[in-house]
């Protein structure tokens, strides 16, 4: 199994399943539209390409171990 299947596989139970998850663009436009920020506040979008194969594989199995065993 490569590694990109591997997380994928690992991850999907956890996915869409905390406050910080946008299902589509139409939501995402929504919470924008509701967003109040502070003016000192910075908002910032990352457009995430290619995820799995950009990520240091080492670190991540350390994190998710973290995560499942914490």
Known sequence: MTHTKFFAKL?????????HHVQNSAQF?????????DPNDIL???D??????NIPIQDS???LKDHFEG
């Open 11 to 19: 991850l999907a139970p956890i996915v869409g399943h905390n406050k």
């Open 29 to 37: 436009v929504t919470t924008l539209a509701n967003l109040k920020l």
């Open 44 to 46: 910032v979008s990352f």
């Open 48 to 53: 995430v390409e290619s995820l799995f194969t």
């Open 61 to 63: 199995m350390d994190i």
